[in-house]
């Protein structure tokens, strides 16, 4: 599939929050189910074990599953099937549940021989159904079939290109290149399906395309990117060349399910009347990013324990429909 020359960019609206403290906890990730359905993955408010919580786009509570055997669950990805995916940094492990919540496998043993994990964190399918997972503590990532048979990996430690310190976000784009989040050494990484390098984006600061220990990554239809720059309290958005386009830092509004809490209780109604808003919008520690078909943007907004979504406005040109890009880009002469 290819991207799209360039787009028109209309705007990227906030549209709703999802979820509540006390049902998606401590969010870490989120999987987009069929029906409807959200599946949350959260960790405990004391740090150790997670579950999965299931809501839907009412934002009712429909219940808790895979709530035992988690020790520090990181990442959630579904198949076709509608079976989830969670990597362990805990555990070192990689466990698949059914959408029932029924456990169907786990594997991985800890270890830094080929096949072996030590703090895996983001995984991802590739077009071949092939699962590819930041083995973190590692500073690689490893290739293997859904059954955890090792295929193949690449990468060492170190800041040069193809090197990591402490991987953690992995995403494919719609053309099969990999994306790494390089999370001690503050950017991302691009490589070609065979492996070989084709970019580095970010550093170290606060800035418009810089970042402080960035976790989650994914890329859309269009080819644009996102990333949950962590330590910043913002998501960042780039095009398919690298280039910064614009952040997130959190527009939140109460949740239908958090309303109902918040009205329901005296004491948080008066604490909640007394408070400025607006620093309860904004994003804190997002740990994760995720997109719908519809082009709907989901952030994992783990601080807060819920879960922001914004919808994105933005239309394909083709090459004759754009001018080429000038030297030195400005509106001001239209």
């Known amino acids: 599939m290819a991207f799209p020359a360039a787009l028109l960019r209309a705007g990227y609206p906030y549209l709703t929050t999802l979820g509540m403290r006390r049902v998606t906890t401590f969010p870490m990730d989120v999987a987009i189910g069929d029906e409807g359905r959200l ?3 959260g960790r405990t408010e004391l740090g150790i074990g997670g579950n999965i919580r299931i809501i839907n786009w009412d934002d009712e509570d429909l219940g808790t599953m895979a709530d035992t055997g988690l020790t520090w669950p990181v990442c959630l990805i579904r198949d076709a099937d509608e079976n989830l995916y969670v990597s362990d940094e805990g555990a070192h492990t990689i466990t698949v549940y059914n959408k029932a919540g029924e456990e169907q496998a786990k594997w991985g043993s800890h270890g830094s021989a ?3 994990l030590d703090r895996p964190s983001g995984i991802a399918f590739d077009a071949a159904g092939e699962l590819w997972v930041a083995d973190t503590l590692n500073h690689r990532i490893q290739h293997f079939s859904r059954d955890g048979s ?4 690449f990468g060492g430690p170190g800041s040069g290109e193809g090197e990591f310190n402490m991987p953690w976000g992995v995403s494919f784009d719609a053309e099969g290149d990999l994306y790494v989040v390089d999370w001690r050494n503050d950017r991302f990484q691009k490589f070609a399906p065979d492996g070989s390098f084709l970019m580095a984006v970010g550093r170290s600061g606060a800035g ?3 970042f402080d220990r960035p976790a989650g990554i994914a890329i859309d239809e269009q080819g644009d990117i996102y990333v949950a720059d962590r330590g910043n309290d913002r998501v960042q958005l780039f095009d398919k060349t690298g ?3 614009e952040t997130f830092i959190g527009d939140a509004t109460l949740s239908k399910m958090g309303r109902a809490y918040v009205m329901a209780n005296q004491k948080t109604l008066r604490l909640r009347e007394m408070v400025a808003l607006e620093p309860q ?3 804190r520690a997002p740990a994760s990013v995720r997109l719908d078909d519809e082009g709907r943007l989901y952030i994992a907004d783990f601080g807060s324990h819920r879960v922001q979504v914004y919808a994105k406005e933005a239309y394909p040109l083709r090459e004759d ?3 080429a890009a000038p030297r030195s880009p ?3 002469t239209t």
């Open 321 to 323: 429909e754009i001018m």
């Open 150 to 153: 090792y295929l193949g990996g």
């Open 243 to 245: 280039r910064y386009v």
């Open 281 to 283: 919008k904004r994003l």
């Open 39 to 41: 599946y949350v993955l």
């Open 330 to 332: 400005t509106l001001t």
């Open 208 to 210: 418009a395309g810089e």
């Open 114 to 116: 080929p096949g072996e």
